[in-house]
Nanobody, 121 residues
């Protein structure tokens, strides 16, 4: 019913920037919290940043001051602006959203397919 499609990943040098986007489509009534997670090989998936439907944001300590999460509710899209990238930011980044499907009172959690971000020295 609902799909999250990510884009914007790629290869950048240390200190560079990338902007990830994640667009939700399908039978959507409304979207509550949205977030970005990342997972490096052999490591646990971690929450990078989250944003509520009202625009309140939270960030992992490791990315505070460098990353900015935002959303465009009219486009059902969440963004992650990543600046001053470091090699330790290298990971697969996943979009996540809590979605109330059209006609439903329940929230459903969805994941994007993941997009690779590689930061080279």
């Amino acid at each position: 019913q609902v799909q999250l499609v990510e884009s914007g990943g790629g290869l950048v040098q240390v200190g560079g920037s990338l902007r990830l986007s994640c667009a939700a489509s399908g039978s959507i009534g409304s979207i509550n919290d949205m977030g970005w997670y990342r997972q490096a090989p052999g490591k646990q998936r971690e929450l990078v940043a989250s944003i509520t439907s009202g625009g309140s944001t939270k960030y992992a300590d490791s990315v505070k001051g460098r990353f900015t999460i935002s959303r465009d509710n009219a486009k059902n899209t969440v963004y992650l602006q990543m600046n001053s990238l470091k090699p330790e930011d290298t990971a697969v980044y996943y979009c996540n959203a809590d979605v109330r499907r059209r006609g439903s009172v329940f929230l459903y959690n969805y994941w994007g397919q993941g997009t690779q971000v590689t930061v080279s020295p």
